[in-house]
């Protein structure tokens, strides 16, 4: 299987399952949670990454002679790997920061109401860390798989 080949594969696995966690709720539970947006930004990468892995698998496919932009290209992908994950970790930090800020100030366990507002709370946070971190781990995985599938195939190609 040539390597645009195994990139496609990949791209239409991800598509099935991203229309499939659209169709159960899935993706409108992250979007609704995440205040911070970054589940959103991190999508935004992952799209760009892939649309840069597509093109190198192609040039990589059809055997063009490999050029330095070419290996620019490569770079550039697995910077947007790494920073996906970047950003998944650092909405684990604004999660705990949501958490965390003010909600236990004068904390009574008197009133219901207060509590419910701190339960609330609580509930943000970790779903804006839970779910920034799943998205930045899953979209950086699913980006570094197609880039490791274009290196093989440039390793596997003659060299002249």
Do not use: C
């Amino acid at each position: 299987m040539t390597v645009f080949k195994r990139w496609f594969l990949m791209v239409v696995l991800v598509t099935v399952a991203g229309v499939a966690l659209f169709h159960f709720g899935v993706v409108q539970d992250i979007y609704e949670t995440d205040i911070s947006r970054l589940s959103s930004v991190i999508m935004v990468l992952y799209v760009i990454g892939t649309a840069l892995a597509g093109f190198n698998s192609h040039r990589v496919g059809t055997h063009h002679k490999l050029t330095h932009n070419t290996e620019h290209r490569l770079y550039i992908g697995w910077f947007i790997s790494e920073a996906m994950m970047v950003l998944g970790l650092a909405g684990t930090v604004i999660g705990f920061i949501v958490l965390f800020n003010g909600n236990f100030e004068g904390v009574t366990f008197d009133d219901p109401d207060k509590i419910k507002e701190i339960i609330v709370a609580i509930a943000s946070g970790m779903g804006v860390a839970l779910y920034t971190t799943l998205v930045g781990i899953f979209a950086s995985l699913l980006l570094k798989m197609q880039l490791v599938s274009i290196e093989v195939a440039i390793d596997e190609q003659p060299q002249i």
